[in-house]
């Protein structure tokens, strides 16, 4: 999944960024509100943590905007909020809700409760209401960062991960190379890379033949493995 950071506070804001991406996320950062804003009219992100104090703005009256339809987002899914802040009062928890967050969660935080919430978050948009994933006799934990095949553990990479567990939520579904592309790779990404060709195959050969298909001129499609 794609996440976006809005955080002003440089070192906390790279905090977030490493270790969400260990645990699989691809991460894109904005250090104030226009550069959020550019950010999420051009990519497509499945949630926004988002700080409430930005030296441009504030992240309430960004959130509005992207509620009230203001920020034209790519794609046809609503971008998750979380919104994070220094402001424990019940009236800003209140208001950051009203705004149109999803969660919000006080400064300072545990990575781990993080992880949680975030976790919770990208779990509405799938309709699961566990962290775990199954598809046949294969099981991804999301929680745990781990993957079983009839129930002997498999080794991947974060992005073999992230492909994984964006098909898994797809199964029998053809899912772009672009899409992927968008949501387990951040900014960083060449779009005429074939990083996603190349980590669809290591993945398949881990789970075995068959497990994902390639529909030429398509993109790949999760099946149950054999």
């Known amino acids: 999944m794609r996440l976006l950071v809005v955080e002003d506070e ?17 991460v894109d950062v904005a250090g104030d509100a226009a550069q959020a804003y550019d950010r999420l009219t051009v990519n497509e992100y499945d949630l926004m943590l988002l700080d409430v104090n930005l030296p441009d703005g504030d992240g309430f009256t960004l959130c509005r905007s992207l509620r009230n339809g203001e920020v034209v987002t790519p794609g046809e899914g609503g971008v998750r909020v979380l919104m994070l802040t220094a402001r424990g009062g019940l009236d800003d928890r209140v208001r950051g809700l009203d705004e149109g967050a999803d969660d919000y969660l006080v400064k300072p935080f545990a990575l781990a409760e993080l ?3 975030v976790r919770a978050l990208l779990r509405r948009d799938t309709g699961g209401s566990t962290a775990k994933l199954t598809v046949g006799d294969l099981v991804l934990d999301a929680a745990r960062h781990t993957v079983t095949l009839r129930g002997a553990p ?4 974060p992005k073999e991960f992230g492909v994984l567990e964006y098909l898994m939520t797809r199964p029998g579904h053809v899912v772009p190379s672009e899409e992927l592309l968008e949501h387990v790779w951040d900014a960083n990404a060449d779009p005429f890379t074939q990083t996603v060709r190349v980590t669809v195959g290591t993945l398949r050969r881990k789970l075995g033949e068959g497990s994902i298909e390639t529909v030429v001129g398509r993109g790949y499609r999760l099946r149950e493995p054999a």
């Open 10 to 26: 440089e070192d906390l804001a790279e905090g977030l960024r490493v270790g969400l991406a260990r645990t699989g996320y691809a």
């Open 154 to 157: 498999l080794a991947l990479t």
């Open 115 to 117: 992880l949680a919430r």
